[in-house]
């Protein structure tokens, strides 16, 4: 067990936000940090790949870190066109994206998730990329996609 701490600040357009104060202070303008000892981190992902790292989340092997790492990517790759489309206000892109491209990979990772066992991605253990992969499709906004996926519903 880990013991944290878990500060947020209200998001900049609130009244109340402490952002313009603490921007300046953080390495790259930018949230999340994690300090850890006397070290501070940024960027989420290299923050998530540290503490999985730290707790038996990332693969026993560098072979299955690589692995862990494929599915993560995968999921990043979906989440940062997604949010694109979004922002760039693309409805038919975002359309597209839901019925094709999140579709496709779906059935790429199903495939994956089957090659290895069908119960976890790497090494017949739980790592960080099943959990990941759990949150983007438990994020999904139609869950009935996951109606072809048996394997990934399952995660």
Partial sequence: SIKYED???PPPWDAATTWPTL???TPFGQL???KW???VLCQSMACARFIAREVGL???TNMESAQ???IIDVIQDLINAGVKLFFAKDEAGMKKHAEVTVQ???GQLEKKLVSR???FFVGNNFTWADLHTYMYVNDLPDKSVLGGFPKLANL
């Fill in 32 to 34: 999340p940090l994690l």
């Fill in 104 to 106: 496709t990979a779906l």
């Fill in 117 to 119: 066992g069908g119960q």
């Fill in 37 to 39: 000892d006397d070290e």
């Fill in 23 to 25: 921007k300046p202070t």
């Fill in 58 to 60: 990332a693969g026993n």
């Fill in 7 to 9: 500060d947020r600040i």
């Fill in 68 to 70: 862990v790492d494929e």
